[in-house]
């Protein structure tokens, strides 16, 4: 039985490109640019990496990028866009939680729920970002954005969605106390235009949650911050305004 995120992305590519949220990416590889000092000799791996949107604009910028997906049908888009770019970028369908690099990246990117907070536990969350820090080289950067639990604490994830999304969240939502996840009911268009009703289970994290986390797998520095769409920057302190904060943890 597929997951209801492996469900979402069958047959979505093309309304995803059109979706508010993906609309940032040039600001946003503008900031990943700026974290790696422009260097182009630096290896970047994109953690569901989707349609490709950030690997593409960086390889067009001249990095070297892996993009890995759970979805064929993503990873399709992604390869017919970078060929109308005129890049080469290495995609491969994977899944986040079984990934096999071991020290061949000096940038690992998973923006915009890019796996992580998608999974059903949280051992499967734990997993990806297990298989991130290994993927990364000693002194390596991982940069990623998650769902902020700062965010329902103080506001209505069901009014921010339907507000801010061409998914429609309907009266069934819940957000658990104990465990920090949500839970509801979403119908979304696919590309053929028919109607998915998908019942979800997403995770949202406590900063001091994704610290020790990273901590625990060795980063010595981790930084968070607010995530603006299209407008990463240090200097955005997270809020409980922001549903999703800004992770950078350094190795």
């Known amino acids: 039985m597929k997951q209801w995120y492996e469900e979402l992305f069958d047959n979505y590519s093309e309304t995803y490109d ?18 790696i000092n422009f260097d182009k000799s630096k290896r970047i791996l994109d953690i569901g990496c989707g349609t490709g949107r950030h690997a593409i604009e960086l390889a067009k910028r001249g990095y070297q990028v892996v993009g890995v997906d759970l979805s064929e049908s993503q990873l399709n888009r992604a390869k ?9 970028i290495d995609f491969i369908q994977k899944d ?29 969350n734990f997993a990806i970002l297990q298989g991130a ?19 329902p604490l103080y506001h209505s994830v069901k009014d921010f969605l339907n507000l801010n999304s061409g998914e ?35 995770r949202y994290y406590a900063p001091s949650e994704i610290t020790w986390l990273l901590k625990s797998l060795g980063f010595k520095k981790v930084d968070i911050y607010g995530s603006t769409l299209g407008k990463f920057s240090r200097d955005d302190k997270l809020t409980t305004d922001d549903f999703e904060m800004l992770v950078i943890g350094e190795r």
């Open 80 to 88: 017919q866009k970078a060929k109308a770019a005129g890049v080469n």
């Open 168 to 202: 429609t969240v309907t009266n069934e939502l819940t957000f658990d106390l104990m465990t920090f996840r949500e839970h509801s009911t979403m119908s979304t268009p696919d590309d053929s235009g028919n109607i998915k009703v998908l019942t979800c289970n997403e």
């Open 96 to 124: 986040a939680r079984e990934l096999n690099f071991e020290n061949e990246f000096e940038l690992v990117i998973m923006i915009c729920e890019g796996a992580f907070s998608l999974m059903e536990t949280d051992e499967m």
């Open 133 to 151: 820090t290994r993927a990364l080289k000693s002194n390596g950067k991982f940069i990623f954005t998650t769902l902020n639990a700062l965010f």
């Open 18 to 35: 059109k979706e508010s949220f993906t609309q940032g990416t040039i600001g946003e590889v503008d900031f990943i640019e700026q974290e």
